[in-house]
């Protein structure tokens, strides 16, 4: 699976939804994953791609952990694997 | 002062997973106390317990739903289901305001620290699961009833070991009597069976390797078990006026302190709660016929609790009956009061008295009717139940039939 099915995948079980009605240019705040859900999707991608993602719920915004759409996740996501690997 | 009735039951212990089928089983003497089924028990030296055997979560939450609630947390909601479906209450409306949930538990979600525990030193993980928080606070499960049932009122948990149902079902009679609020979900749940919940336990070397057999001579010491019962009570007028089946009345309720010994047994304690509830409930000594005991099976709880009953009563001692229902479904901890609460309801209501049950040979020092081994038909009209705590926390409450 490519680093975009599993995100979405991880996604779409938070929003229960058919990993098929995930789009990349959708947000989560359209796919109905709230705050709870984003940090235990944030997990799941943690434990997935074996990396630590600097997130603070406080603040979102705080990191540059960008959230703002599925496609914004899997590049931070292709980010953080490229970084994390060295 | 408002009088308090007792208007939904409901109940999962190891006797049955609800209030008809526990009841049948105290009514038959069964057994509930087996061999425990968790993980690493060959590692510990006490394997039996009253445990809630082929319960599978997956039947009755979803998967958002478990990642947030813990065990302890889904027996009280599945009680608080059946207790609340009784009543035929819906909380909406200056109602949902007026109604609140206290309970009872000792560990919490001591089931989640346990399986976390294990994740981060054991298998060397250095994350865990999101809300490892929200599902192994002790308050979790109250939290729940209030959101599932918009319980918008005074709501709360209490922890005093053993005790802890009945303090906070003491405390919602309270808040009833005294107009803080109409309805009151209460009672309290624990689920201790894991593997580091088991070990602390028998490091007290209280702990019996067989059976619980309160009162008798051959009595060794406690059994554990896990369960939850919730109960709704209710403003007497509020039930009247809108024709609630009342199961039974809370007439009173009185708490002491021994403060003397964190872990032995004080009589003097136990009878100044059990010396409390009566007046409390403004009755004469010999109106009691039926008292749920504490009854743990160990040495000490027992033959205190006798001698305190012995004190309060005197004579009416020799003419009342005294059961102990953990020889059945095991010593819930924080959750004990709660379920032995049923006992009480059937006593009262069905004139049946539960028994205690693997009882083998008298003790001079229990000269008590303990109903032994099989259940009896007895018309009850004012019944106790006694939970005494480590710690020296005493709460016995006192029901009337309605």
């Given at each position: 699976?490519?680093?975009?099915?599993?995100?979405?995948?991880?996604?779409?079980?938070?929003?229960?939804?058919?990993?098929?009605?995930?789009?990349?240019?959708?947000?989560?705040?359209?796919?109905?994953?709230?705050?709870?859900?984003?940090?235990?999707?944030?997990?799941?991608?943690?434990?997935?791609?074996?990396?630590?993602?600097?997130?603070?719920?406080?603040?979102?915004?705080?990191?540059?952990?960008?959230?703002?759409?599925?496609?914004?996740?899997?590049?931070?996501?292709?980010?953080?694997?490229?970084?994390?690997?060295? | 002062?408002?009088?308090?009735?007792?208007?939904?039951?409901?109940?999962?212990?190891?006797?049955?997973?609800?209030?008809?089928?526990?009841f049948a089983a105290m009514q038959d003497g069964?057994?509930?106390?087996?061999?425990?089924?968790?993980?690493?028990?060959?590692?510990?030296?006490?394997?039996?317990?009253?445990?809630?055997?082929?319960?599978?979560?997956?039947?009755?939450?979803?998967?958002?739903?478990?990642?947030?609630?813990?065990?302890?947390?889904?027996?009280?909601?599945?009680?608080?289901?059946?207790?609340?479906?009784?009543?035929?209450?819906?909380?909406?409306?200056?109602?949902?305001?007026?109604?609140?949930?206290?309970?009872?538990?000792?560990?919490?979600?001591?089931?989640?620290?346990?399986?976390?525990?294990?994740?981060?030193?054991?298998?060397?993980?250095?994350?865990?699961?999101?809300?490892?928080?929200?599902?192994?606070?002790?308050?979790?499960?109250?939290?729940?009833?209030?959101?599932?049932?918009?319980?918008?009122?005074?709501?709360?948990?209490?922890?005093?070991?053993?005790?802890?149902?009945?303090?906070?079902?003491?405390?919602?009679?309270?808040?009833?009597?005294?107009?803080?609020?109409?309805?009151?979900?209460?009672?309290?749940?624990?689920?201790?069976?894991?593997?580091?919940?088991?070990?602390?336990?028998?490091?007290?070397?209280?702990?019996?390797?067989?059976?619980?057999?309160?009162?008798?001579?051959?009595?060794?010491?406690?059994?554990?078990?896990?369960?939850?019962?919730?109960?709704?009570?209710?403003?007497?007028?509020?039930?009247?006026?809108?024709?609630?089946?009342?199961?039974?009345?809370?007439?009173?309720?009185?708490?002491?302190?021994?403060?003397?010994?964190?872990?032995?047994?004080?009589?003097?304690?136990?009878?100044?709660?059990?010396?409390?509830?009566?007046?409390?409930?403004?009755?004469?000594?010999e109106e009691v016929c039926y008292i749920n005991?504490?009854?743990?099976?160990?040495?000490?709880?027992?033959?205190?609790?006798?001698?305190?009953?012995?004190?309060?009563?005197?004579?009416?001692?020799?003419?009342?009956?005294?059961?102990?229902?953990?020889?059945?479904?095991?010593?819930?901890?924080?959750?004990?009061?709660?379920?032995?609460?049923?006992?009480?309801?059937m006593a009262l209501r069905d004139r049946i008295?539960?028994?205690?049950?693997?009882?083998?040979?008298?003790?001079?020092?229990?000269?008590?009717?303990?109903?032994?081994?099989?259940?009896?038909?007895?018309?009850?009209?004012?019944?106790?139940?006694?939970?005494?705590?480590?710690?020296?926390?005493?709460?016995?409450?006192?029901?009337?039939?309605?």
């Amino acid at each position: 699976m490519s680093t975009q099915e599993q995100v979405i995948s991880i996604i779409a079980e938070q929003a229960m939804l058919d990993t098929s009605d995930v789009k990349p240019e959708d947000t989560l705040e359209h796919l109905g994953v709230d705050s709870l859900g984003l940090v235990e999707a944030i997990f799941a991608i943690e434990e997935a791609f074996d990396i630590t993602v600097p997130f603070n719920a406080n603040d979102p915004s705080e990191t540059d952990f960008d959230i703002s759409s599925v496609a914004a996740i899997v590049a931070a996501v292709e980010k953080l694997k490229a970084e994390q690997s060295k | 002062m408002n009088r308090v009735v007792i208007t939904g039951a409901g109940t999962i212990n190891p006797l049955g997973t609800d209030v008809p089928s526990t009841f049948a089983a105290m009514q038959d003497g069964r057994c509930g106390i087996g061999p425990l089924e968790i993980a690493d028990s060959d590692r510990l030296s006490i394997r039996i317990g009253g445990q809630i055997k082929g319960y599978d979560e997956a039947q009755h939450f979803n998967r958002q739903q478990i990642a947030l609630y813990d065990r302890f947390t889904q027996f009280t909601l599945l009680a608080a289901r059946e207790a609340i479906g009784q009543s035929g209450l819906s909380f909406t409306g200056p109602l949902a305001d007026q109604s609140g949930v206290v309970l009872g538990t000792s560990g919490g979600g001591l089931n989640t620290q346990d399986e976390n525990y294990r994740a981060v030193y054991e298998e060397g993980k250095n994350r865990v699961h999101p809300f490892i928080v929200p599902k192994l606070m002790n308050n979790a499960a109250a939290s729940h009833v209030s959101i599932e049932w918009n319980l918008r009122g005074p709501s709360f948990t209490v922890a005093t070991a053993c005790a802890s149902s009945n303090h906070a079902m003491g405390q919602a009679f309270n808040m009833i009597r005294c107009g803080m609020a109409k309805v009151m979900v209460t009672g309290g749940s624990e689920a201790m069976l894991c593997f580091g919940g088991i070990k602390a336990w028998e490091g007290l070397r209280v702990m019996s390797k067989d059976a619980c057999r309160p009162f008798s001579a051959t009595r060794n010491g406690m059994v554990q078990g896990e369960g939850a019962g919730v109960f709704v009570f209710e403003d007497y007028e509020h039930a009247r006026a809108r024709g609630a089946d009342i199961l039974c009345e809370v007439i009173g309720f009185a708490m002491s302190s021994d403060a003397s010994d964190i872990v032995t047994p004080s009589k003097q304690g136990a009878a100044r709660a059990i010396a409390g509830a009566l007046k409390d409930a403004r009755i004469a000594k010999e109106e009691v016929c039926y008292i749920n005991a504490h009854g743990t099976g160990t040495a000490a709880n027992d033959k205190t609790e006798c001698a305190a009953v012995a004190d309060v009563f005197g004579a009416h001692a020799d003419s009342l009956m005294m059961s102990s229902t953990k020889s059945m479904h095991g010593h819930l901890i924080g959750g004990t009061g709660a379920v032995e609460l049923l006992a009480c309801i059937m006593a009262l209501r069905d004139r049946i008295v539960a028994p205690t049950i693997g009882y083998e040979e008298p003790d001079p020092e229990c000269a008590i009717d303990v109903v032994p081994n099989v259940a009896r038909d007895a018309q009850v009209d004012v019944a106790l139940s006694n939970a005494f705590a480590f710690g020296g926390l005493n709460a016995v409450l006192a029901l009337r039939k309605h």
